[in-house]
């Protein structure tokens, strides 16, 4: 192996008990994916040649939410030694024998870190010539932090870890931001020797720089301008904080490519959806996992789609979307629901109050208000009235409606399926059709209205309703 190959050790081992979770602290979610997951999308996209993830605590839960999204990661598992030292000592054991390359160490908590400023880093690194090199920043207030202690000449002299510093050291504002590149060899030589002689009781990789600098090495320091990198999460509060930079980046990068955001601050995209030049997102919209939306679609005010696709110049506002299609200059909205399988064609129309789930509606068609369509297919130019309801479940399984071009149903409508109208069909206001209705039929449900005359004045006497009818009648 060349001196320029790299591995990538992502340390995801701890329990987080600041978290105070069930769910491991490296798979709470931002941006639609974990923590460590953004920091895996980004380890990738620097092309190394061995990207390794240290797992031990809920390790079979840590491995199953990321294998599918990473499939060429390896998993090491890390023993009972506790601490960073030792998590990439099994990691570095893992990598093939020979390696004789530079190892980069993440945090798994740590998303915001961008590929632009690990290849910086790494590229400092291997210009300085030297066996490690640590990512530093200067921060207002460095609590919780590893600090830098430098020596006379300004050079790393060591790192004093939170618990483990003297209140002079605890002033230091320069922090250890959790992020390195070693040389392997150096690694190799060094981290037998770190002990667990410290108040956590854990193996340092912290201490590897010190030893260094106390045989003579020198250690470099890569400051980063922008500090918001190196954030990791701890928890909850730091969660929101981080999942808000995150989102303060997506917004922008989207601005910059042409997209109306009107409010950036009431506005959540996840780092998986697309959008074309001239989107126009309104305020209060959340565009989640992998959304897409065409150029000239306005999504919003106070609207969430969830794995949704929008076509050009369609509108969705004050409405939820999740797993449907949504055809271009299609409106849907507002206060509708469109569930899991709906696809929507092009120029159609779901309105107000509008529920639908696994429906394909045509092109040109329309369920403008106050229905619920379900496991139904329908033609083109269909326009069902207010109130048609497709009742799909027999209270054991679900059936399907077919319904044909430029079928027209009247208000208050219920198809009971399995049910079947041809092309042309029309049905009555108030109609329940249990029947199949040919091509170019009316459909109707018809029962005589019968009026009992004085009912009101017998069943309700001394009520208000008693009183106007006794004078209706004896104004006739």
């Not at 030589?189 to 667990?196: I, K, R, S, T, W």
């Amino acid at each position: 192996m060349t001196e320029n190959t790299l591995a990538i050790v992502v340390l995801a081992a701890g329990q987080g008990t600041r978290m105070k979770s069930r769910l491991p602290k490296v798979l709470h979610p931002i941006a639609g994916r974990p923590l460590v997951g953004h920091v895996l999308t980004t380890a990738e996209r620097l092309h190394a040649d061995h990207i390794e993830v240290v797992v031990r605590h809920e390790r079979d839960q840590v491995v199953a939410a990321l294998t599918g999204d990473h499939p060429g990661v390896v998993f090491v598992d890390q023993d009972d030694v506790p601490g960073t030292g030792r998590a990439v000592q099994v990691a570095l054991d893992a990598l093939p024998a020979g390696f004789d390359g530079d190892v980069l160490v993440l945090s798994g908590d740590c998303p915001l870190a961008d590929a632009d400023t690990l290849s910086a880093f790494v590229a400092e690194h291997r210009a300085a010539a030297v066996p490690a090199t640590l990512m530093t920043a200067v921060v207002a207030d460095p609590t919780g932090y590893g600090r830098i202690v430098r020596d006379a000449r300004g050079d790393v002299d060591r790192i004093v870890e939170q618990k483990d510093a003297t209140a002079e050291e605890a002033a230091i504002p320069e922090i250890n931001a959790g992020m390195y590149v070693f040389r392997a060899a150096t690694l190799r030589e060094y981290l037998p020797a770190v002990g667990v002689d410290n108040a956590q009781g854990e193996m340092y990789l912290t201490d590897v720089p010190g030893m260094l600098r106390r045989d003579g090495a020198r250690v470099a320091a890569s400051v980063v301008s922008d500090v918001t990198v190196t954030f990791g999460v701890n928890d909850r509060a730091q969660l929101a904080e981080v999942g808000r930079l995150m989102n303060e980046r997506i917004v922008r990068r989207w601005q910059r490519d042409g997209v109306t955001i009107q409010d950036p601050a009431t506005t959540w995209i996840d780092d998986d959806v697309t959008l074309a030049p001239d989107v126009t997102i309104l305020p209060n919209t959340h565009l989640l996992r992998a959304s897409t939306v065409a150029g000239g679609a306005t999504i919003g005010p106070d609207t969430t789609l969830v794995s949704t696709e929008v076509g050009e110049d369609a509108e969705v506002r004050r409405s939820e979307a999740t797993l449907a299609v949504i055809g271009a200059r299609a409106t849907v909205g507002p206060f509708s629901y469109l569930r899991a399988g709906t696809t929507l064609g092009a120029d159609g129309k779901i309105g107000a109050y509008v529920e639908t789930k696994n429906a394909q509606i045509g092109d040109g068609s329309k369920v403008p208000h106050l229905s619920y369509v379900g496991d139904a297919t329908v033609g083109r130019g269909v326009n069902l009235g207010a109130s048609t309801i497709t009742a799909n479940y027999d209270d054991v399984n679900k059936h399907r409606t077919e319904i044909g071009d430029e079928v027209h149903t009247g208000s208050h409508t219920v198809l009971v399926a399995p049910v079947r109208l041809g092309a042309g069909a029309k049905t009555a206001a108030g109609a329940v059709v249990r029947k199949d209705v040919p091509a170019g039929a009316l459909a109707m449900s018809v029962a005589p209205q019968r009026n009992v005359p004085g009912w009101v004045e017998q069943n309700r006497a001394g009520t208000a309703a008693a009183d106007a009818a006794a004078r209706a009648e004896s104004a006739e």
